[in-house]
């Protein structure tokens, strides 16, 4: 079973510069979260989307963040205009919907670097 | 706010011993508990989930929970060199089921 995937695997920017992530989760996993980790913490949930409805995005920074997920597969999750803070690592994981507390599989991650 | 808190360490501990990892967790009604092992420069990979008070044994590894306390906690027996990771642990609860990490805790196994 092929795992989540993520690209680009590493990004450098200036900042106010846009960048985009993509990722595509395992098959047939209804559930889609974008984590942000920044180095020395744990991830922080962004977005949770469940088909290509959002869930909770109540901690993504919408003034400079988006993300979408228009046919209920992958999704992308946008920075415009980048800052210096948002250099970390944006993860992306996904799970089945079985109405419990599903185990999130992890995507290698996008390292982001804002210069 | 749920927080979930972890020593940062870093925890040493000889080739051999047990490693024993620690957590604790503010919101009452968090209902599941996880443990994620992270590589450096790799992305977390899940080793534990624990529901129910008690202690819940896989391998080397056993996971405790007293939700009284709100206190988790990780313990890896005749740890190996290949143990050396961060731990993460997460709380789950609510209707979304989402995840809160702690920062997690580096474990550093010497041979």
């Known amino acids: 079973e092929a795992g989540v995937a993520q690209s680009p695997r590493y990004k450098i920017i200036e900042k106010r510069q846009s960048v985009a992530f993509w990722c595509n989760p395992i098959?047939?996993?209804?559930?889609l979260y974008w984590y942000q980790q920044i180095l020395g913490q744990g991830p922080k949930l962004l977005i949770q989307?469940?088909?290509?409805?959002?869930?909770?995005d109540s901690q993504l920074p919408k003034d400079r963040f988006s993300a979408e997920r228009l046919k209920g597969v992958d999704s992308t999750l946008k920075i415009q205009p980048a800052k210096l803070e948002d250099s970390a690592v944006y993860l992306c994981?996904?799970?089945?919907?079985?109405?419990?507390?599903?185990?999130?599989?992890f995507g290698p991650g996008t390292r982001l670097t804002v210069l | 706010q749920k927080e979930v808190e972890q020593n940062s360490g870093p925890l040493s501990v000889p080739e051999g011993a047990i490693a024993s990892l620690n957590c604790t967790y503010s919101?009452?009604?968090?209902?599941?508990f996880f443990w994620y092992r992270q590589y450096s420069g790799k992305s977390p990979e899940l080793i534990m989930s624990?529901?129910?008070?008690g202690d819940k044994e896989d391998g080397r590894f056993t996971a405790q929970l007293n939700k009284a306390s709100q206190y988790v906690s990780l313990l890896i027996r005749d740890s190996q060199p290949s143990d050396s990771a961060t731990y993460l642990c997460?709380?789950?609860?609510?209707?979304?089921?989402?995840?809160?990490f702690g920062s997690g805790t580096q474990l550093t196994v010497l041979p």
């Open positions: 624990i529901y129910s008070n």
């Open positions: 098959s047939g996993h209804a559930t």
């Open positions: 994981a996904s799970s089945f919907n079985t109405g419990r507390v599903d185990t999130q599989y």
């Open positions: 989307f469940q088909n290509n409805g959002v869930v909770d």
């Open positions: 919101d009452r009604g968090s209902q599941s």
């Open positions: 997460a709380a789950a609860g609510g209707s979304a089921r989402q995840l809160t």
